[in-house]
């Protein structure tokens, strides 16, 4: 059997997602040759590229849902997860379907849809319903899921530990949101076979981090240099340079007080409008914006607390005319 796990690429956990599901796959469902295709967001209306799908098991993990027959397993959390109300539909008579045929038989524990928006990170949730729906043992996983929910959840101690890098994982996300094409592929199959500091003591993954780290280093400088807060948002636009990622807990490392950012950044296949929510801003939950509502209104999507909307590289001034409106609104709550 052949298996192909598409994740969210540059994410650390939709990496570890990848992992998580490659080991539940080959412990509970049967032996496979695996292989990996990192996903990316792409602008408004792009549907799911179905061309990569392949003949046998299709998993997505940490990303949007397709409708398409060839996908086999699906686990997401994001508020996000379905482009349209068709998708959901779908996804609701996927669910229905396997509840009639009954979770016991043999086509109900060769395939899974899996979703829930309460989850912090997608490989907390795959572990669970491993654990829980097949008897899986989520033993010697515990550092993995731990990494995830911190990171996904952003759910640092402060801004320091979020920027500082001294933590394995912290080092691992750099490269990992950093990295080239084909580099996350060879970090997959590792995570759950290994700690995290013995990933990243792995020469091609050392061979990364020097560079990245500078590169991080000099991110800071240029976020010091463009970034301006005005009525608890901070806002940036760094399109004239080509960048894959930063760390996205710069802005309220370099504004505390900040609670929102809204940040415009270009890459080799898009223009992103990066919004957030300072993880430790004093303000109550029930006053804070729901920002996956608000990217959704212009395409985008994401969590409660962080969320982002794509264009494509040429549209640099419509995204910019978009993310003014954005911060402009939540100027306007904050």
Known sequence: MNCRVFH???????????????????????????SYHGLMHQAAGVPF??????????AIVDFKYSTSPKVTWWFDHHQSAFLTPEDRMDFMAWQAQANSTGEGTKSARQSGKFYDPNYVSCTGLI??????????????LEELRYWADIVDGAKYESADAAVGMTAPAMKLTMVIENSGPGFVTRVIPLLTEMSLQEVLDQPFIQAELGPRMERHLAGIELLRERIKLERDVTTFDITDRITEGYNKFIPYYLNPTAVYNVGLSRSSFR?????????????????LANLAEICESYGGGGHARVGAVSFAPDKQEDARKAAGEIAALLRSRA
Do not use: M, Q
């Open 8 to 34: 969210h690429d540059h994410c650390f956990d939709g990496a570890c997602s990848a992992s998580v599901f490659t080991r539940f796959y080959r412990e509970c469902i049967g032996a496979a040759e695996f």
């Open 271 to 287: 223009t992103k409008i990066s919004v957030g929510t300072n993880p430790w801003t004093t303000l109550p939950v029930s006053e």
């Open 127 to 140: 572990l669970d319903v491993a654990a829980n729906k097949f008897g899986f043992s989520t033993k010697g």
């Open 49 to 58: 590229d179905e061309s990569a799908l392949i003949d046998g098991d299709n």
